[in-house]
């Protein structure tokens, strides 16, 4: 791994010092605020260039969201951490910091380093885990790939953000013990790693705002975790002045209009602010430039581009991060050679979720379908039946550009007016997306904006159109009259509004031929407008598609049902309601797997969901929301051109209702973290609850014998771990041998732990031995009376195992009683 990039580039903070003196007390408060949604001022007169900040982490979207601005979509961030492998995330990572640096992003707004605490909440697809530990580590290699870069990460969001219900207001009730042993240790692994920025999140934590809040983001994260970067606030979560400045908050997202600006440069005036305090944050703020090389004077980190083989090393990262939950009779994985027919099924093999939606939403160039992918696989010598059985979209689906001609140029995709009050034309664009938003960046003065196009009609029949997103319309199909229609929104979050949009439809009965369509939206004073015009062609009954799928099911020598949720479902903006898969998906399984006995599911979810059917397949192969090449990664893994060696980061329910923590829901305001830190297998231990697939579990496509283990503390307190293990089946393979500390049956009151692991790449019939150190750190627990980590000295169990449930070898050692606790890898 390379050195994390904190230290990589030394700032000299002698001059940032005298750069502060030029600057006068209205300079520093207009840094302090964003110029706009995504940037911050510059000040030339000290050599400081304009910053610009975009979202992450599914790939970094840049300072617009329009489909022209393509970025690179990456597997999931759980994806990313189920490989258990810090330098896969890095290399991920360095892909992001590789790509921001072309778009000239210097402060990227990623990871989200949240923990999976219900399995109900709406960005569990964004989070690395529901474990500390495995999400530390992952967060230490995200830093190290982007900062390595020369772009800043952004750890978020700071802290006790595991629900998105109220997100703006609630308050996370987190016993302290719980804060330290298990929220914040991906905060603390960032900062080790040199994290150059932290986002302060919407809610609260025991009573203040996390912007407001002067005990977690000055004492603890800039005082005890030696935090020396620029806290940024959530995008509109700066809702006071003098507290959240006093706070230890550096900077107020976005601009123009905040809570700072004029009302700071006030509070200091009136003494209620020191200059201090908005010296620290501006020398803050400088020092994120200097190290991105937006400061005159200072070194620039090295150039860097997004590598040509970038598309190769995404399919290569997404495929290596799939979880082979099942594999009866080694249907998996698939030779060609045998096969004459595959059936292709489900909504999600021709319409793959790429990603989750919200704030982390990129427009990648392509998306590769699992259908095109295992058609390029599979090439001539197998016939692909494609049926999708049942559908899963709650809205149409976008007007495909394919079929859309501009009317006045004839070229593809959309016409887009912008308009005047006065009916004057101030702009226009071509457009390849008929989904748009503008953040800040429509032509100013418009008040309508018009979409015109002429859609390829190829089937006669009953065609639906829909408007989505609040707002008025006036919606135009070929020489009818137009529609008025008026949409509201039942919620005021701005994302909610993005991803579930509210909808309205109007069938037309259509002719072969051309059709000029025409959607007019009135723009609302607010700087972000979203709407969009959406079309389906005419369909089947549903009945039938179900019973064309099963049918060619029956016909197979091997049945690929592709089931999974969309950005509807696993969304920042809202929680899930529930873990069952959307509409008839179970149903569609169980049909499937009644018909042909050689039954695989790819499950493309972000997120865990009930799989009731699950023993009734021949296999299943989670494969994540994996990004844009993610077709060509899944056809990889079902053929076994890579292994598919990705283990659980977090626990899969049996059923919803068998979760630790489920529900996401504040009562009375208040989210009460009551378990402290027994979620997760921690939790499924303690009641004795089985998943249906454990913590750390995922089979790979080959087999392992746990041979031996020992155990040595080392002189500083540290323990040493050997594992041996042998690949005992007939391929070369990974393992990923976890250690656990505790749990029951070894004696003791220690709760069971992940406190370490490591992978190991073996030729079949080959041993290698597995080398885990786990630090006195990690050890420690925190002892609530004495404020302070402790090791209690005395006997423990380790615990060598294949997953949190599949425990392989045992050895004893003893502890030194130690309240040195200060990390010593
Ligand atoms: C999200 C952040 C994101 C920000 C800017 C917020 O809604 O919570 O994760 O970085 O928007 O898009």
């Not at 995200?142 to 978020?156: D, E, L, R």
């Not at 091997?558 to 899930?576: I, K, P, Y």
């Not at 489920?662 to 027994?678: M, R």
């Not at 050997?722 to 690949?727: D, F, G, I």
Request: glycine residues 10%; proline residues 6%.
């Amino acid at each position: 791994m390379n050195d994390p990039g904190g230290k990589a580039i030394a700032v000299d903070e002698t001059r940032l010092g005298e750069l502060l003196t030029e600057l006068t007390l209205e300079e520093k408060v207009g840094l302090l605020t964003g110029a706009d949604f995504w940037s911050l001022h510059p000040i030339e007169k000290i050599g400081l260039r304009r910053i610009l900040l975009s979202d992450g982490p599914n790939g970094v979207r840049g300072t617009t969201w329009d489909e022209r601005d393509t970025s690179l979509l990456f597997p999931n961030p759980s994806a990313l951490s189920a490989t258990w492998d810090p330098e896969q995330v890095e290399r991920a990572g360095a892909l992001m910091g590789a790509q921001a640096r072309d778009k000239g992003i210097a402060w990227f707004l990623a990871p989200n380093i949240n923990l999976h605490r219900s399995p109900l909440g709406g960005r569990h697809f964004e989070c690395y885990s529901e474990d500390p530990l495995l999400t530390a580590a992952s967060v230490a290699g995200f830093v190290a790939g982007v900062q390595g870069n020369g772009v800043a990460v952004t750890i978020k969001h700071y802290i006790g953000n595991e629900s998105e219900t109220d997100r703006m207001s609630y308050d996370a009730q987190i016993p302290e013990k719980a804060l330290r042993e298990v929220y914040l240790v991906p905060f603390e692994s960032g900062v080790r790693a040199g994290a150059w920025s932290v986002m302060a999140s919407y809610n609260s934590v025991n009573g203040a705002s996390l912007t407001d809040n002067r005990r977690l983001l000055t004492d603890v994260l800039k005082d005890e975790l030696g935090f020396d970067g620029a806290v940024v606030s959530d995008w509109f979560a700066t809702r006071s002045t003098a507290a959240s400045a006093n706070a230890g908050l550096d900077v107020a997202m976005p601009g123009p209009h905040s809570p700072w600006n004029e009302a700071l440069v006030a509070a200091v005036r009136a003494g209620v602010v020191t200059e201090d305090v908005i010296d620290d944050k501006v020398l803050r703020v400088l020092r994120l430039a200097a190290r991105t090389g937006h400061l005159d004077g200072f070194a620039a980190p090295a150039p860097s581009t997004t590598p040509a083989d970038a598309c190769e090393q995404l399919r290569d990262i997404a495929a290596r991060a799939m979880v082979v939950l099942r594999n009866e009779a080694g249907v998996l994985p698939l030779v060609p050679a045998p096969l004459g027919r595959v059936a292709v099924l489900g909504p999600n093999a021709a319409l793959l979720t790429a990603q989750g939606g919200g704030s982390a939403h990129v427009n990648p160039a392509h998306v590769v379908s699992p259908l095109a992918g295992l058609r390029e696989a599979f090439g001539d010598a197998v016939a692909i039946d494609h049926q999708e059985g049942v559908s899963t979209q709650r809205i149409l689906p976008a007007l495909s550009a394919d079929d859309a001609r501009d009317p006045e140029t004839g070229e593809p995709g959309f016409r887009v007016d912008f308009v005047s009050a006065a009916g004057d034309v101030l702009g226009t664009e071509r457009r390849l997306a008929s989904r748009l938003v503008f953040m800040g960046t429509l032509p100013a003065g418009t008040a309508e904006v018009r979409v015109r196009t002429d859609l390829a009609v190829t089937e006669a029949g009953a065609h639906q159109f829909s408007v989505t997103g609040a707002g008025q319309y006036s919606l135009t199909i070929g020489a009818t009259e137009p529609h008025a229609i008026t949409l509201t929104s039942a919620d005021n979050d701005l994302i909610e509004n993005l991803v579930k949009p509210p909808e309205h439809r109007v069938s037309a009965e259509l002719a072969a031929g051309t059709v000029r369509v025409e959607m007019r939206a009135a723009i609302p004073a607010f700087p972000m407008a979203m709407f969009g015009l959406n079309h389906q062609g005419p369909r089947a009954e549903s009945d039938d598609a179900f019973a064309a799928a099963v049918a060619a099911a029956r016909d197979a020598d091997v049945a690929l049902v592709f089931v999974g949720t969309t950005d509807e479902v696993e969304s920042e903006g809202f929680d899930r309601t529930d873990l069952a898969l959307p509409g008839r998906q179970d149903e569609l399984v169980s049909a499937v797997a009644a018909a042909n006995p050689r039954t695989v599911v790819v499950v493309n979810a972000g997120a865990p969901v009930e799989m009731p059917w699950r023993d009734e397949v021949a296999a299943v192969l989670w494969a994540w929301l994996p990004g844009q090449e993610g077709g060509h990664a899944i056809a990889d893994a079902l053929t076994g051109v890579v292994e598919p060696g990705g283990r659980l980061p977090t626990t899969f329910p049996a059923v919803g209702a068998d979760s630790p923590v489920l529900s996401t829901q504040p009562v009375d305001g208040v989210i009460d973290y009551a378990e402290g830190s027994t979620f997760g297998y921690r939790a499924y231990e303690q009641a004795s609850i089985d998943p249906a697939y454990p913590f750390g579990h995922g089979l790979g496509y080959t087999t392992w014998a746990y041979e031996d283990i020992t155990a040595a503390e080392t002189d500083s307190g540290a323990v040493t771990v050997e594992v041996s293990v042998r690949n005992t089946g007939a391929r070369a393979g990974r393992e990923v041998v976890q250690l656990y500390l505790g749990g029951e049956g070894t004696g003791g009151t220690d709760p069971l732990r992940l406190v370490g692991f490591a992978s190991v790449t073996v030729q079949a019939g080959d041993a290698a031995i597995a080398r885990i150190t786990v630090d006195r750190k990690t050890l420690a627990r925190w002892d609530e009376p004495a404020a302070a980590w402790r090791v209690v000295g005395g006997g423990r169990t380790l615990v060598a195992a294949r997953s949190a449930a599949d425990r392989r070898l045992t050895t004893r050692i003893e502890l030194k009683d130690s309240a040195d606790c200060t990390w010593d890898l």
